[in-house]
């Protein structure tokens, strides 16, 4: 089966919510998670200096897993963090592995 890669960007307010729901899913595995600045939100969503500066603090997640686990997974996170801002996107992953 074909491994994908989940890119999750998280409001910093959500960070520890988002994190904590993946480490409790088994096929989370091992993720990534650092800090990052966003580009592009609409205004309503930032704050006043957020929207002087052009950009929002936010983490982002990087998870490997099985294609055939991202829809549940994802649809869990809508149900958990529906409307918190999170932003996502599925990429492919040609090869991963421990270096040993």
Do not use: N, Y
């Amino acid at each position: 089966m074909t491994d994908c890669c989940l890119h999750l960007l998280c409001p910093v307010a959500v960070e520890e919510r988002a994190i904590d729901l993946l480490l409790a899913r088994s096929e989370a595995g091992v993720f990534t998670s650092a800090p990052t600045r966003a580009h592009g939100f609409a205004h309503g969503r930032l704050s006043a200096a957020e929207q002087v500066s052009g950009r929002s603090e936010a983490t982002l997640i990087h998870l490997v897993l099985p294609q055939g686990d991202v829809d549940e997974l994802l649809e869990e996170l809508r149900r958990e963090l529906r409307g918190s801002g999170v932003r996502h996107w599925v990429t492919a992953v040609l090869k991963h592995g421990e270096l040993t």
